[in-house]
């Protein structure tokens, strides 16, 4: 190893599991989710000494989840470890989601020593070869002399820009090589430029378009979560007077106890927000993509309205449609810069027609049903919680009516697999979004199909003390590809109900406190005392098993022409 | 429409897996590549072509750059470039028809590499268009075997516009 002249005694040389932990403490790394395996022992034996929490899942796909939620509560890295071949495969759905989600993730996976790789050796798999589509940037270390360096590069470029998850695969020789550790420097990668700030003349554009708006409306994504954008976004609401909507990845960027909010758009979304951005004659998209589950049908999505796409990913502007003043930067820093432009406009008959269509389209439900309404559970959690607790979901129906019928007024309160849909998210996300933030109420909304992807995770909030609390809406089916199939498959159920344990016996069982509710009479009564729990806690609400999730724009329909608003006639 | 995309990347192991993967993942179809290493050792330098309308180009450019390995892509549409395949062809040859062969080869600038007594090996070089018409001429005698590079390109240095 040849020593940089200028400083000869500044590089040390450490085994590289050692080097490994230097390089986590370094970063600041305060957690890690991992599970062991025969080739990470070495960097396993360096974690017993270090001043790094360490959480073990039962399953590698619970710790990355775990690690996604930590790094969503809180905005930082998550990190996470496996072992290789299946430690590393299991993490594939977990940085999968974290990828579509924009989640900044740094994982490290054992791999066989470099002289094996490509020999079909035990537990060896191609592991920068399969979660290649899955992360935003992948490496393997082959050199001990690149290993410092390649740690410090995956945490800049998890964060970096959009953020994602980066897999860096440790083969053991590595682990055990003495490994360099040069002196930090400025990380500089050739080509590698992401642009923050906004260009003047598009803000200036699309401020002017803003001014000159009569029906003005705030398409509002996850990039505003991730950029720390929320009180831009509020100011940039006040001051130029728009309504804002946002969608499932960015519940909370917006207090949606504000009048000016719309609540979230899309398939599921609420009918004035829907009805607002069709109607509308400038659509502001802020840190959002235009996904399907958003636009509907694109051809006829905001007919009549002019885009402005504001977006730190250039990639995402005019991918899905055609957008008129793209702005590339980041989404705080470009409303910040824009918000100096705007003017206020009173636009008293736009929002004279929101208020008309949020009073005659309201989430809603049957509320005089004998049986226990999912709607009626998620509106007396929010109730109980004051709307202050950090909501995590799995995928479905309850995922939908957790959005719908929680009111979120924080960014980094709602944690859910947005992008990719991840069933099974649910439990460990509750987990590691209780580790972030350990004086907050974390509430694991979840379905029962969800839950028992993951309901082993239970026995990890347990060994850890955490309190997590679980509020189990149990149809007894997969509830969304039930309503799917009532709605677009003539009632034929085809394997879209499961046989459930009793979901509170194995709670208890494993350690947990259960509880189970069938009558709507308990509802109330039962969350009062899971709120009081210390251990984690399950509540098993059997619900409707034929509720649907209203409204809904059927997939290829246009965001106006939604079903179930009927619904509303029995409010 | 075609396009060339002369993409400077790292010279790493995995690059082109990252690249050829972008590409099958996001359903962009790769018309040519062409990969080797550029004066300075650590990059290299991917011709690739792809043929599509403006918005999947835009996107098969943004994609690119997301890389982290890819350090710049420079798309030659509309300017004046300099685009060569290189071809290695073996046509069927006896001796009475060498003559016209050889005819042949001297007027598309090609060179004999290697000759017997049923067959002559070429070797050619020129635009796309140029080797598909030498191809073309060589079917009469029958050809044998043909291994193509994918485009190379330059944009020219003079800067002066010319009609693709």
């Not at chain 1, 809180?74 to 990190?79: D, M, S, Y």
């Not at chain 1, 695969?169 to 050739?190: R, S, W, Y």
């Not at chain 1, 401020?207 to 708006?213: C, H, P």
Request: some cysteine; glycine content about 8%.
């Amino acid at each position: 190893m040849s020593k940089n002249k200028s400083q000869p005694d500044s590089t040390v040389c450490k085994p590289g599991s050692q080097v490994i932990v230097d390089m986590l403490i370094e970063q600041g790394v305060e957690v890690i989710f991992g599970y062991l395996g025969g080739v990470v022992l070495p960097l396993f034996d360096k974690l017993y000494d270090a001043p790094i929490k360490f959480i073990i899942p039962r399953h590698e796909q619970g710790g990355c989840h775990m690690a996604d939620a930590y790094a969503r509560a809180t905005g930082k890295t998550g990190v996470v470890i496996a072992t290789s071949g299946p430690g590393a495969t299991n993490l594939v759905t977990g940085l999968a989601t974290a990828m579509m989600d924009s989640v900044p993730l740094v994982a490290i996976t054992g791999q066989v020593r470099t002289s094996l790789i490509g020999n079909d050796a035990f537990q060896e798999a191609d592991t920068t070869g399969i979660t290649r589509p899955v992360t935003k940037h992948n490496v393997i270390v082959k050199d001990p002399n690149d290993l410092a360096q390649t740690i410090r590069e995956a945490f800049y470029i998890a964060q970096a820009g959009r953020p994602g998850p980066v897999l860096i695969d440790m083969p053991v020789d590595m682990q055990l090589a003495e490994c360099p550790i040069p002196p930090k420097a400025k990380i500089e990668l050739p080509g590698f430029r992401i642009q923050y700030k906004g260009h003047a003349r598009q803000i200036a554009a699309a401020a002017t378009a803003i001014n000159a708006s009569k029906k003005p409306v705030l398409y509002v994504g996850g990039g505003c979560i991730i950029s720390g954008a929320s009180e831009a976004l509020r100011a940039v609401a006040k001051k130029a007077n728009i309504p804002v909507t946002t969608t499932l990845m960015a519940m909370g960027a917006y207090d949606q106890n504000r009048p000016e909010s719309l609540d979230m758009l899309g398939m599921h979304g609420s009918a004035y927000a829907n009805y607002a951005v069709q109607q509308s004659d400038l659509l502001i998209s802020v840190g959002a993509r235009f996904e399907d589950r958003v636009t509907g049908n694109l051809e006829t999505f905001a007919p009549h309205a002019k885009i402005v796409h504001i977006d730190l990913d250039p990639s995402n502007i005019g991918k899905n449609l055609h957008v008129d003043i793209p702005v590339v930067g980041d989404a705080r820093e470009v409303l910040e810069q824009m918000l100096e432009a705007l003017e206020y406009k009173p636009r008293k008959e736009w929002f004279e027609q929101i208020a008309a269509w949020k009073a005659s389209h309201p989430f809603t439900y049957d509320k005089n049903a004998d049986v226990v309404k999912p709607q009626y559970v998620i509106e007396e959690v929010c109730r109980q919680t004051g709307g202050d607790a950090i909501i995590t979901t799995g995928v479905g129906q309850h995922q939908m009516w957790a959005a719908q019928f929680y009111k979120y007024s924080q960014p980094r309160q709602f944690i859910t697999s947005g992008g990719l849909g991840t069933m099974g998210f649910g439990v460990p996300s509750a987990i590691g979004a209780q580790i972030a933030c350990p004086d907050r109420v974390v509430i694991g909304i979840d379905g029962d199909s969800s839950f028992n992807m993951t309901l082993t995770e239970l026995s990890t909030a347990v060994m850890y003390d955490l309190p997590i609390k679980i509020v189990l809406i149990n149809n007894g089916f997969m509830g969304m590809v039930r309503q799917w199939q009532e709605l677009f498959y003539g009632r034929r159920y085809s394997q879209s109900s499961l046989k459930n344990p009793d979901f509170a016996k194995v709670a208890e069982a494993l350690g947990c406190v259960g509880i189970t509710v069938d009558k709507k009479d308990q509802v109330a009564g039962a969350i009062e005392k899971m709120l009081k729990q210390t251990k984690p806690c399950v509540v098993d609400f059997r619900v409707d098993p034929e509720e649907n999730v209203w409204p809904m724009v059927p997939a290829g329909k246009s965001l106006h022409e939604m079903d179930g608003l009927d619904i509303f006639e029995m409010a | 429409m075609k396009h060339i995309l002369s993409t400077l990347v790292l010279n790493k192991p995995g690059v082109l897996a990252n690249v050829a993967g972008m590409f099958a993942a996001r359903a962009f179809n790769i018309d040519s590549l062409a990969v080797g290493r550029t004066d300075d050792p650590t990059l290299s330098r991917m011709t690739i072509v792809i043929v599509g309308d403006d918005k999947v180009v835009e996107q098969v450019r943004k994609q690119l750059v997301k890389i982290v390995e890819v350090v710049k892509v420079q798309d030659f549409v509309g300017q004046d470039v300099v685009a060569r395949d290189l071809m290695l062809v073996s046509v069927a040859c006896n001796p009475e028809k060498r003559p016209e062969i050889l005819a042949l080869i001297e007027m598309f600038g090609g060179k004999v590499v290697d000759i017997g007594p049923k067959f002559i090996m070429v070797e050619v070089a020129g635009p796309e268009n140029k080797i598909e018409a030498f191809i073309d001429l060589c079917r009469p005698y029958g050809v044998k075997s043909i291994v193509r590079t994918g485009t190379v390109a330059m944009a020219r240095q003079t800067r002066t516009k010319t009609e693709e």
